[in-house]
């Protein structure tokens, strides 16, 4: 496990759905797919990792060139 300096972001629903352009259903249908990354769970409240989302964009952009 490394740690970095940098604080992790963590991006609550609204904002992931901005940022990919999918609906809650199918960002929830692919995070159980193992096809989104899974959000990180406090307590009643949930959000993703900034980092994973972005790096997730660019894998959508870059396997539409493949």
């Not at 009643?44 to 396997?63: G, K, M």
């Amino acid at each position: 496990m490394s740690h970095t300096n940098t604080p992790q972001r963590l991006l609550r629903l609204p904002e992931v759905l901005k940022r990919v352009g999918l609906s809650k259903s199918t960002v929830y249908a692919r995070v159980r797919q193992g096809a989104f990354p899974k959000q990180v769970h406090m307590g009643t409240l949930s959000a993703w990792v900034e980092t994973e989302v972005e790096a997730w964009i660019a894998r959508q952009v870059a396997d539409r060139t493949t």
